[in-house]
């Protein structure tokens, strides 16, 4: 495993010409149905909670190992998550990442998706200046906004495209040909983008590959995924975290559902049949 | 205005000067997403709260009579962006253009629909505005006091619902999911201002379209799952590619559709659009029949707007039944095969 360690902040500085792809990628919860909310914040309560990789951040991370594996470079993942962070990240290198970071700093805690953005893209800015692309999931099983590519390209003044499926890179010219599929109208779209550029990945591509458990625990061994905190980020505290969120949880209630009649038949399916077309037909919503 | 310290990279912002709830107006091939029409309909019900206008942004090339349409579905005003660099779209640049226009009016409310593209252009407006977004509403209301939008959204699976507001900074965007809330009626003696803007301080391109092409479906000769009155569902219980066969025959004899869950869209049965549930499509059929299906709660919630529930499940324990109008407990071939059978006779011409 040729994965080169960096261990400095200044890591970006000497780029050249290899492709570098940034993969951010989300803890997700694993059980949306048996979370915590803070009674005051109504904010996830993330302590104690184990954390996996969001499965949509997979398919991501395959997308960016697929355009490693032809036109070498490297791929590094990172993630904005508490401190426990670092075994789901150690599953990225497991995966095939070359190395992976944590940001982890209270005064990034109770971020909506702008400050979240904020953090990940001056992150990227600071740490890889001269990156290619950045890979992201399409979206995240527990919160489910999308958001965080558009905002990341919003914050770094970048283009950006989402649900690709495919790509295509031209290291002379730093140009990327993507392949995008738009579930909702049944149409594939091919565009090509002089990079840096941020893509989303549709959740149905790129089927990933196999964390290897062996890389795994080279990981831990070798320590590939470094900590990164606010003392080395140095961002206004005003624009991270909770005081950086234009966005509040103002309430949280149980969604109820709509009254049902309830109405069950249980015996011979030919007289079920004829139950059940007589009350539709009763109801009005079928014809006679 | 008091002067809270905020992030040094966000504007100050006067909220008095924000005024208006707008619409994006999303279009392909000259027409209109419905998705953006039953918006316009929620709109005219905010702004009417606080009295204020509805406006429709509709940007594009050779739009014609289109931006008109708005009007019709109740907007008081229409601005639109008609111009050769935006025949080709291209996220950064629709996205920008948008930003432009709201800068200039600074409207209080940004709607868009939750359609894949409406959820790609939606966080870059907002965030290039530094504004607050949430995405994927099923509801929203409107302080009167505080002007404050009440952005409804299902989270963690879709059992709680999180009310979510951006009290200090404006506008207030929201991406809403198609087909919670019906389309109004069109109505073409309505009249409305049609304002033309023209487009400019946009970023270099940076991209091109290279090409589009559509793709054929086995299933197309049935509706999309969300435009349909009927919806048979297959669910897990239904056993395979065969059974789903069998679902079809039920949706076109009833002058349906067929959609799936999760489950049986992941095992490639059904296309993934026709999946229905959380992370899949809303829909708010007349009559929905789900055949095999368990009942899951991120299931439930991409169903429980429809007018009446069927449930057909072997599992008299399955969840479903709990918000099914009508339930049968039963096998799903011979309850399928005998409605089949009660709707021929019926209709067997005498």
């Not at chain 2, 709607?111 to 929203?140: H, M, Q, S």
């Not at chain 2, 072997?314 to 709990?322: G, T, V």
């Amino acid at each position: 495993m040729g994965a080169t360690v960096i261990s400095s902040a200044n890591a970006g500085s000497n780029m050249g010409k290899e492709l570098t792809i940034i993969v951010p990628v989300k803890a997700a919860v694993p059980n949306i149905t048996a979370v915590r909310l803070d009674p005051v914040t109504h904010n996830l309560v993330r302590e104690g909670v184990p954390l996996m990789l969001n499965p949509y951040d997979r398919n991501a991370l395959e997308f960016a190992l697929r355009l490693k594996d032809k036109y070498g470079g490297r791929v590094i993942t990172l993630s904005m998550a508490p401190p426990s962070g670092k075994d789901f990240l150690e599953s990225t290198i497991g995966m095939g990442a070359d190395e992976a970071y944590l940001i982890t700093d209270r005064v990034f805690a109770g971020a909506d998706t702008l400050a979240t953005s904020y953090t990940v893209a001056m992150t990227i800015k600071k740490l890889f200046p001269g990156f290619n692309l950045v890979v992201m999931g399409e979206e995240t099983t527990d919160s489910t906004t999308a958001h965080m590519p558009a905002q990341v390209a919003s914050w770094l003044s970048l283009p950006y495209l989402y649900y690709v499926v495919d790509g295509e890179v031209n290291m002379e010219k730093g140009t990327i040909k993507l392949t995008r599929y738009l579930e909702d109208e049944g149409v594939y779209e091919e565009f090509e983008y002089n990079m840096p550029v941020i893509v989303s990945v549709y959740k149905d591509s790129n089927p990933p590959r196999d964390i290897s458990l062996n890389r795994k625990i080279q990981a831990k061994l070798s320590g590939l995924v470094k900590s990164v905190t606010n003392n080395e980020l140095k961002l206004d505290p005003l624009c991270v975290g909770l005081r950086g969120s234009p966005t509040i949880v103002a309430k949280i209630e149980d969604a109820k559902p709509i009254p049902r009649k309830k109405q069950i038949f249980k015996g011979d399916p030919r007289e079920a049949a004829k139950w059940l077309i007589e009350n539709l037909i009763k109801e009005g919503v079928i014809k006679p | 205005m008091s002067s809270v310290k905020i992030c040094p990279e966000w504007p100050q912002v006067n909220k008095s000067e924000y005024k208006g709830v707008w619409v994006y107006v999303e279009h392909r091939n000259g027409v209109i997403k419905d998705g953006s029409l039953q918006l316009i309909g929620k709109a005219r019900e905010l702004a009417s709260k606080i009295n204020v206008d509805v406006s429709a942004i509709m940007i594009g090339h050779n739009l014609g009579d289109l931006v008109k349409e708005p009007i019709y579905y109740g907007a008081d005003r229409v601005i639109y962006i008609d111009d050769e660099a935006l025949s080709v779209y291209i996220p950064h640049i629709y996205a920008s253009a948008i930003v432009n226009l709201v800068n200039k009016y600074k409207p209080e409310v940004v709607l868009f629909a939750a359609t894949k593209r409406g959820r790609e252009l939606a966080p870059y407006v907002a965030n290039t505005l530094r504004a607050g977004i949430t995405a994927d509403c099923t509801d929203l209301d409107i302080d009167v006091k505080t002007r404050d939008l009440d952005q409804v959204r299902p989270t963690y699976g879709g059992n709680i619902l999180a009310h979510i507001r951006t009290p200090n900074r404006r506008p207030q965007l929201a991406s809403v999911r198609p087909n919670v809330f019906p389309t109004p009626p069109r109505d073409t003696s309505r009249k409305g201002e049609i304002i033309k803007e023209s487009l400019n301080n946009l970023p270099k391109p940076n991209g091109v379209l290279l090409g589009v092409k559509s793709v054929t479906r086995g299933d197309s000769d049935l509706p999309p799952v969300e435009k349909a009155d009927l919806v048979v569902t297959a669910g897990r219980g239904v056993s395979g590619p065969e059974g789903v066969k069998l679902l079809i025959e039920l949706a076109k004899a009833l002058g349906g559709t067929i959609g799936g869950t999760k489950k049986v869209t992941d095992a490639g049965w059904l296309p993934t659009d026709r999946q229905i549930g959380q992370t899949g499509k809303t829909i708010r059929p007349t009559v929905y029949i789900g055949v095999g299906v368990s009942g899951a709660i991120q299931h439930i919630f991409g169903i429980k707007e429809s007018k009446i529930i069927v449930a057909i499940n072997s599992d008299p324990n399955a969840p479903i039944f709990e918000y099914a109008d009508y339930g049968i407990i039963s096998d799903y071939r011979q309850a399928v095969q005998a409605l089949l059978e009660v709707l021929r006779s019926m209709r067997k011409p005498s």
